[in-house]
């Protein structure tokens, strides 16, 4: 935290421009911990939420993964099966015409099918309710099961419709040797990668990096955040890789610093994303970080495009984080 070095570089930023507000606060992080976790999720707990919301319920459906997604509503519509199959078995379990069985297990299951029968509304016609109360919970089960599926199917299409960039990042974000026209006092720079992991276009496409580290202000360790420039912060099309790339310049608040200094202010590069997906011609987003732990230096990214023996160009998703010493 006294470096001085940094401070003197942070201090050369906040004369021409003040750290940006980040929706992170003030609070400083120790070295176990991500101001922005990997998938682009904030790495906060949050405390006083309703229990029971709709919209929060809503929200976890269609963001969560296929496959428990996929688990959650088969759970659900076993969960609503059992309720109604009980629910005959219980209150006039012979009110069911046409059932086979042996033991009350087999009767049980005679009764479980055609729960499942009436909630779909499919009614395969060798069970059917003759009692005035079996009757009754058919069609509420009937009822119930329309407008579970209606709820279904606009979640799927809710699922479906919602755009989303599937980005590969790099494992790792390098601090290499760099050369660049427009940059001349630059010899290094701290870049990363990305690919499309989808065969859809992304066009459009804007990076940003922000730099997050404590400051000691007035006896206190504050986290603070500064954006940093890029060589290049958008692109038209992202047909094959993008390597965006910080030029450590003098201005630059990680020049002359080591990676003891980095770890020393707990340093943490957050990285957002936003582009067009020309399939759903909608804007998309995505976030990561990288923490001072994953800086590497004095390496170089290997190249993900070549060619195949017909001479065409080729991209290995494979070697996103492929890199090398730099000679």
Not at 174 to 186: D, E, G
Not at 198 to 215: S, V
């Amino acid at each position: 935290m006294n470096n001085k070095i940094f401070k003197r570089q942070v201090a050369k930023i906040k004369r021409n421009e003040d750290a940006p507000e980040f929706g992170f606060g003030s609070i400083s992080t120790s070295n176990d911990q991500r101001t922005m976790n990997k998938d682009g999720s904030a790495n906060v707990i949050r405390l006083g939420e309703p229990k029971f919301s709709i919209i929060n319920l809503y929200h976890a459906l269609v963001t969560m993964p296929w496959l428990k997604f996929n688990i959650c509503v088969l759970l659900f519509y076993m969960i609503i099966n059992l309720f109604f199959a009980i629910l005959y078995f219980l209150i006039d379990s012979n009110g069911l015409g046409g059932m086979t069985y042996h033991t009350e297990s087999e009767k049980f299951l005679e009764i479980f099918f055609f729960s499942a029968q009436s909630l779909t509304t499919v009614g395969y016609g060798r069970l059917n309710p003759v009692s005035l109360a079996d009757s009754t919970i058919a069609a509420i089960e009937s009822m119930v099961g329309l407008l579970v599926f209606a709820l279904a199917t606009g979640l799927l299409y809710g699922r479906f419709s919602r755009a989303t960039a599937k980005l590969l990042f790099s494992d790792n974000i390098i601090l290499a040797p760099y050369k660049n026209a427009r940059f001349t006092t630059a010899t290094n720079a701290l870049m990363f990668r990305i690919l499309n992991e989808r065969k859809n276009q992304l066009i459009e496409i804007e990076a940003q990096i922000m730099f997050a580290y404590n400051e000691e202000v007035y006896g206190s360790v504050v986290r603070k955040f500064q954006q940093l420039k890029l060589e290049t912060e958008k692109i038209n099309l992202l047909a094959m890789s993008w390597t965006i790339v910080h030029p450590i310049v003098p201005e630059s608040p990680l020049f002359g610093l080591t990676q003891e200094d980095l770890e020393s202010v707990d340093a943490e590069f957050i990285v957002s994303i936003n582009a067009i997906d020309d399939t759903y011609v909608q804007q998309v987003y995505t976030r990561s970080s990288y923490t001072w732990k994953e800086v590497k230096w004095g390496v170089k990214f290997e190249s993900v495009i070549s060619k195949n023996e017909q001479g065409i160009t080729t991209i290995d998703l494979r070697k996103i984080s492929s890199y090398q010493t730099a000679s």
